[in-house]
């Protein structure tokens, strides 16, 4: 069996309305014809069809790819852990499923990686250099800074930004750092930053093109504050790591 080049995973969460026209434009691009590309959907516990609508398109465009149906609701982070898990690819890659960053920008984090230039690739919307034709409101905006402030205070990663939706792996790194996830939900990009940082791993910012998509389902204050206290409960997890792995 020849073992892919690439793996894409694509965690959906019911992504009903937009799934088909993401596939098409994947298609579109050419991305998925590079290098033998490993596209991997994996569905979140939708509630509106999503997996269905994705198969169905799928076949219409002769595309192949798998749909991994979680049987519950688990989590960007679980899903893009199962994803990991399933991939086979020497570079892995995970992208959100409205393509905020177009597929420009995917095939430039499988370059770096696969150039050697890092274990990890990092897509950053706040680099200088990042450009941002549709932004999110200022609520959105404000609160993402005032959670990497809370990042940087609690000593988790110096990285500018930390939460941006597509990030590239090492097929090693990844299936190393997913391996035993604890933050599957709003803080575990931090997590796995964290990890790898920590870990050795080369870790490089990237800045992109990013087109925010707003999504009714997100409520940036609770969510705020959800994520906020995740990433202090992450905290105590990395610290009680580091003291017992001194403990030894």
């Given at each position: 069996?020849?073992v892919?080049?690439?793996s894409?995973?694509?965690?959906?969460k019911?992504?009903?309305?937009?799934?088909?026209?993401?596939?098409?434009?994947?298609?579109?691009?050419?991305?998925?014809?590079?290098?033998?590309?490993?596209?991997?959907?994996?569905?979140?516990?939708?509630?509106?069809?999503?997996?269905?609508?994705?198969?169905?398109?799928?076949?219409?465009?002769?595309?192949?790819?798998?749909?991994?149906?979680?049987?519950r609701?688990?989590?960007?982070?679980?899903?893009?852990?199962?994803?990991?898990?399933?991939?086979?690819?020497?570079?892995?890659?995970?992208?959100?499923?409205d393509?905020?960053?177009?597929?420009?920008?995917?095939?430039a984090?499988?370059?770096?990686?696969?150039?050697?230039?890092?274990?990890?690739?990092v897509?950053?919307?706040?680099?200088?250099?990042?450009?941002?034709?549709?932004?999110?409101?200022?609520?959105?905006?404000?609160?993402?800074?005032?959670?990497n402030?809370?990042?940087?205070?609690?000593?988790?990663?110096?990285?500018?930004?930390?939460?941006?939706?597509?990030?590239?792996?090492?097929?090693d790194?990844?299936?190393?750092?997913?391996a035993?996830?604890?933050?599957?939900?709003?803080?575990?990009?931090?997590?796995?930053?964290?990890r790898?940082?920590?870990?050795?791993?080369?870790?490089?910012?990237?800045?992109?093109?990013?087109?925010?998509?707003?999504?009714?389902?997100?409520?940036?204050?609770?969510?705020?504050?959800?994520?906020?206290?995740d990433?202090?409960?992450?905290?105590?997890?990395?610290?009680?790591?580091?003291?017992?792995?001194?403990?030894?």
């Amino acid at each position: 069996m020849t073992v892919p080049a690439r793996s894409l995973i694509i965690p959906m969460k019911d992504e009903a309305t937009r799934i088909g026209s993401t596939l098409r434009a994947l298609q579109a691009s050419g991305i998925l014809e590079e290098q033998p590309t490993e596209l991997l959907l994996v569905d979140d516990g939708s509630t509106d069809g999503t997996p269905a609508i994705a198969e169905d398109v799928l076949r219409e465009l002769d595309l192949a790819a798998r749909v991994i149906r979680l049987p519950r609701n688990v989590g960007k982070g679980g899903a893009i852990q199962a994803g990991v898990a399933a991939s086979t690819g020497e570079v892995v890659a995970f992208s959100d499923a409205d393509l905020s960053a177009p597929p420009s920008a995917i095939e430039a984090t499988y370059e770096l990686v696969e150039a050697g230039k890092a274990d990890m690739v990092v897509t950053t919307r706040v680099h200088p250099e990042s450009v941002m034709p549709v932004k999110p409101s200022n609520t959105r905006r404000y609160g993402g800074k005032a959670l990497n402030i809370w990042i940087r205070a609690l000593g988790l990663t110096d990285l500018n930004d930390t939460q941006c939706g597509l990030k590239a792996y090492t097929g090693d790194a990844a299936r190393t750092l997913y391996a035993h996830l604890r933050a599957k939900r709003f803080a575990f990009d931090v997590e796995v930053i964290a990890r790898a940082e920590r870990a050795g791993y080369t870790v490089l910012e990237l800045p992109i093109e990013w087109s925010h998509v707003e999504a009714s389902r997100v409520r940036p204050f609770r969510d705020g504050v959800r994520m906020a206290l995740d990433v202090l409960w992450l905290r105590w997890l990395l610290w009680r790591d580091e003291r017992s792995s001194t403990a030894r």
